[in-house]
């Protein structure tokens, strides 16, 4: 960075950032108000919320979601019909969750944001842990993060039923959105679907990205500059997942493409719109949508259940 560079939006004070991808140069004031600006672009771009939602924001404790939390409450002032909670799924991850547990709670209490917590243990009989350490999943040729990802979901959507939710916020980031959909390609999955986008229907709680078009690390920035404490500990079994190596593929490839990340979700979504979607029905004991007779949730439940018992 030169002495003399200045701001490019404010053109007066010294930068902290620079964003390659649109060649800016950032202070820390101009940098945050950004990322709100482009959060609420986002929502109107994609139509994600509505005036009167009632919006369950899926905390974990970690610096995306509670960043989210924070940039939500912010935009929401100036909707008073609208509510937001924030609700923490315990898988019951030993040594990592009660930290994260913690920080999400008393975070959400200083913004004085209703705070919800369901765990895996009592929604399903059996902690992430127990299932991961039972031998269950070697059997089953299926790792632990796909069991966590499962049942958050369905964790999720319970926790949203039960606060009346009309919409659930995820923090999930531009390069989390396109990793999961270079994961779904490479798994050869048939029912290709937009990620994090309000897509309404009779069972469902639509599920929206608010982070969609925001890099990962432009969010990390946010929450360090706000000073919003997060937990830095890792999960145990994050080593283990295909998105791991997913992810290290596309900062490989994003140092040197800086607008990679942005033009495969432009193109990816234009291919999908042009995709004919296949019919969904329900899940035969949950009621939830499913493109099988029975959802990969309830399918795994009862096998990880005859597992432990075994
Ligand atoms: Fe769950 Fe895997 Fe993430 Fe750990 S790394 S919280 S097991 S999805
Ligand atoms: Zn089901």
Redesign the pocket.
Known sequence: MLEAQKCSLCKERQPIYHRRYSGEWLCERCFKLSIIERVKRTISRYELLRYDDRIAVAV?GGKDSLSLLEILQRIERDFPHAKLFAVTID?G?EG?RTECLAVAESFSRSLGIPFLSLSFKELFGFT?TEA?ESKVLERLGI???T???VF?RKALTIAARRLKATVIATAHTLDDVVQTYLLNLLKGEGNLKPVGLRREGEAVIPRIAPFRTTLQREVALYAYLRKIPFQVR?????R??M??RVRSFLNWYAANRPEALYAFLNRFEQLLKDLEQPAESVCEICGEPTSRRICRACELEQLIKEGLKA
């Open positions: 974990s898988e991850i990592y992430l991961a790792n632990p993060c069991v966590c990802g958050r890792t999960c145990p079994y994050t283990t997942s998105r791991d």
